[in-house]
């Protein structure tokens, strides 16, 4: 008689966006006439730029003639991408990657759960409260942290950092050790980040304790302060103690066209056992690629006109969370995030709770934003809005928001 | 000090696929006048067909304008294509699947792979033997294998089914009862089917034994004889007991554009719990969705034009598969396969081993094919041809093969 996993039925509830989108859904098809502003879910709205779609025209065309037709592509993903990542996201930061230790993917979403596959699950997990729910829920479908208690909110086998106010929403080295600690810096959700300092200090217990990082920089193209790191590895020691996740869903607007690509150091081992052959392994054998026209795309993104082009609407979502934060503070809200980060992370009024602030925004001023409980116990009584938006749809927003204020 | 998931320590040696990568590449660097004719790897050479082209730029363009763009899929994938599936692969048969026991996702191999996810390491596999490695080797990485015992070639806790010639290369029902039995028809990499019948006793005795069948119809378009069936669900009850992979890689050509998918029926349980839901889970928290061109690309497959295409596609392999058969036959091979499947399976003359084989052709006649052996102990002394070449290539290969026997 076959079991199945059941570390599954462990979970608590359902996946935070599907349960927005219910109580969205509910709302609009009983206020047919309210029109729904949603800056809840980190979609972006602008169309793919001008350079990828050429780049995915002449891919699609280049499928279409047999001496150019391309089938199985390599494991870890074409050359001219990872070659074109290695120069422009790694070399020009004056960090040395090799194109072996890049692996392209269907996006960080899937990089951030399948990775836990590599690693033991006897390991005990550090993560950010507010967190983003993928890295929990995938240790928690893999037996990693323990039982869920639902009065605390929390796993038993979690080590939880709580990123408050106080500190600036970055997390405080645990006292605890952890053996995997992640880390997600332009932070989603709460739009902090840390210093090349600050980040150096996590290195560095990194390497002291054994433990392996996980950090996802899927933010990166929304730094603009100097001196906070774009990778980890430009932090010393870093290629022995972390691993990088990289998506093209929010510098190029590729949420729906999905890329990503994970960085393993081959100096990254378990005694002497490389993570970049284990990953390689898992990659080859669990994995066939990422499609060839979606690769094609991406090079794109590297091109001298590609790169003016998504720099073009980084800036245009960094002008809304402008909108937001600015917008939010004169308002009154006490608001933080949106510098580096796409993300506005705003403490609720009145001492609400984050979903009684979800459904007041929803009801009274028709704009749809995620409850900060929805990303751990410590994101409670706080709301994050994304940049996301278009302009148009932002200024409205606020507008809306301000007027019930 | 973090651990790593020791189980990928047991995996032996490389990949099939790399190490017959790795000996091509070293016979031509060594021969670079000698051109290779590659009948190895079941990868398609026919590029993508007209309607699935037009789909594509379509779509393209689609995403270049902000009121047509597409953010992140729904997480089962777009309700065109899964209706599409419904009607066509499954309605159209007699058989009745709602679209949200379809789950759309980057390919076959992906869901092979990931499917063991939902279930308990504790479960004991079946395979055919010879078998898909994946199937194997994902079951290893995540425990469920037991030792690999070098000499034997055979892991200590899986239940091997010997597809042997005797039985027309199709499985007998093992003595020993398995959890989860993978099923492959038409079969990977010997050619073989089964009948609409035999089938049915697969699906009996996983009801009555309590297993869970996973069924691989990669290959279902290539089925030309009648009673032999295209869905495990054309069996009575085997909505309760099998779980349906499908792939756009092999009926119209998609192995380099990546689109697959899962039926999970609501029927199949595991006391209460619908493996549906767990699956659902799953591929809303590890996985972000196909992207949306390609899913409109397998939409067109769908259409009247586009199905008339691919079929055409299809019968150009198996004409193919048809010139390998009958041309080693002629040279006086024992063949089997290449009726209902893109693969030929051939005994190797003169008592060679597969690997003996494999040298032997790709040095004598400078074809690559994939070595029996390759798929398991009972492989060795056979060998794979796929039909996936061009038509020339294919004439050439066989020209060649005959001229050194």
């Given at each position: 008689m076959f079991e199945i996993n059941d570390n599954y039925l462990k979970l608590p509830g359902s996946y935070l966006f599907s349960t927005i989108g219910k109580k969205v859904n509910a709302f609009t098809q009983a206020n047919p006439d309210k029109p729904i502003i949603r800056l809840g879910i980190g979609d972006v709205t602008l169309p793919l730029c001008p350079k990828v779609i050429e780049a995915l025209h002449s891919a699609v065309d280049e499928m279409a003639d047999a001496s150019t037709f391309k089938g199985y592509a390599p494991d870890l993903g074409y050359e001219f991408l990872r070659s074109a990542i290695a120069n422009q996201d790694y070399r020009a930061r004056g960090v040395e990657i090799e194109i072996d230790e890049i692996f392209i993917s269907d996006g960080a979403k899937s990089d951030s759960g399948n990775i836990g596959d590599i690693f033991s699950v006897n390991n005990k997990i550090a993560v950010c409260d507010p967190v983003y729910p993928v890295y929990v829920d995938t240790n928690a479908m893999s037996g990693r942290t323990g039982e869920y208690m639902a009065k605390e909110e929390r796993w038993s086998n979690v080590i939880y950092m709580p990123c408050l106010e106080e500190n600036n929403f970055a997390p405080k080295l645990p006292s605890e050790t952890p053996d995997m600690i992640y880390l997600c810096f332009p932070?989603?959700?709460?739009?902090?980040?840390?210093?090349?300092?600050?980040?150096?200090?996590?290195?560095?217990?990194?390497?002291?304790?054994?433990?392996?990082?996980?950090?996802?920089?899927?933010?990166?193209?929304?730094?603009?302060?100097?001196?906070?790191?774009?990778?980890?590895?430009?932090?010393?020691?870093?290629?022995?103690?972390?691993?990088?996740?990289?998506?093209?869903?929010?510098?190029?607007?590729?949420?729906?066209?999905?890329?990503?690509?994970?960085?393993?150091?081959?100096?990254?081992?378990?005694?002497?056992?490389?993570?970049?052959?284990?990953?390689?392994?898992?990659?080859?054998?669990?994995?066939?690629?990422?499609?060839?026209?979606?690769?094609?795309?991406?090079?794109?993104?590297?091109?001298?006109?590609?790169?003016?082009?998504?720099?073009?609407?980084?800036?245009?979502?960094?002008?809304?969370?402008?909108?937001?934060?600015?917008?939010?503070?004169?308002?009154?809200?006490?608001?933080?995030?949106?510098?580096?980060?796409?993300?506005?992370?705003?403490?609720?009024?009145?001492?609400?709770?984050?979903?009684?602030?979800?459904?007041?925004?929803?009801?009274?001023?028709?704009?749809?934003?995620?409850?900060?409980?929805?990303?751990?116990?410590?994101?409670?009584?706080?709301?994050?809005?994304?940049?996301?938006?278009?302009?148009?749809?932002?200024?409205?927003?606020?507008?809306?928001?301000?007027?019930?204020?």
């Open positions: 932070n989603n959700p709460t739009g902090s980040t840390i210093s090349k300092e600050e980040l150096q200090k996590w290195v560095d217990f990194a390497n002291e304790k054994g433990a392996v990082i996980i950090y996802d920089a899927a933010y990166e193209a929304y730094i603009s302060q100097e001196n906070v790191p774009h990778s980890i590895y430009e932090c010393q020691g870093a290629k022995t103690c972390a691993i990088e996740l990289r998506s093209f869903s929010k510098n190029a607007g590729f949420t729906g066209t999905r890329l990503g690509f994970t960085v393993i150091p081959k100096e990254l081992k378990s005694g002497d056992v490389a993570l970049n052959s284990l990953w390689a392994r898992r990659h080859g054998t669990k994995f066939n690629g990422a499609p060839y026209i979606i690769q094609k795309a991406g090079e794109a993104v590297y091109t001298e006109e590609g790169q003016a082009q998504v720099k073009e609407q980084v800036a245009y979502y960094m002008n809304n969370a402008k909108v937001i934060r600015e917008g939010l503070a004169d308002a009154g809200f006490r608001v933080s995030g949106g510098v580096d980060a796409p993300y506005i992370w705003l403490k609720t009024p009145d001492n609400m709770t984050s979903w009684e602030f979800f459904d007041y925004l929803l009801e009274r001023a028709n704009v749809v934003g995620t409850p900060g409980s929805g990303f751990g116990p410590s994101g409670e009584g706080y709301f994050r809005l994304t940049a996301f938006g278009t302009y148009e749809n932002t200024l409205a927003a606020i507008e809306r928001i301000k007027n019930i204020k």
